[in-house]
């Protein structure tokens, strides 16, 4: 049974309006794994406009949109990312470092 702010809470999620609401211990271990070994080469300093991790202003930017708008830049690249961040990852793998990244800069 939800709480009035339990509903809320699902009601956003399922919108996709914020996508990282769940804590960080929730997060698949395997997306810091590839966050350190291949998407940290841009994300920690911010290479070619990057949104850096951390940098709550910069993800909220990427964010706004949802999660299927952020994932599908994941997939297809944008700018100076390849698609997939040039990683051989599949799909869950890929979600859990966004998902890592955002935990981490909200």
Request: aromatic share 4%; glycine share 10%; net charge positive.
């Amino acid at each position: 049974m939800f709480t009035r702010s339990g509903k809320f809470a699902a009601l956003i999620l399922a919108a996709g309006l914020v996508p990282a609401l769940a804590s960080a211990e929730s997060v698949n271990p395997a997306g810091e794994k590839l966050y350190k070994s291949a998407c940290v080469a841009c994300h920690a300093a911010g290479v070619a406009g990057a949104p850096k991790l951390g940098d709550k202003a910069a993800w909220a930017k990427v964010t706004e949109k949802g999660m299927d708008a952020v994932m599908q830049i994941t997939m297809n690249g944008k700018g100076a990312m390849p698609p997939r961040g040039a990683s051989t990852a599949d799909d869950a793998t890929l979600r859990a470092a966004v998902d890592y990244m955002i935990s981490q800069s909200q």
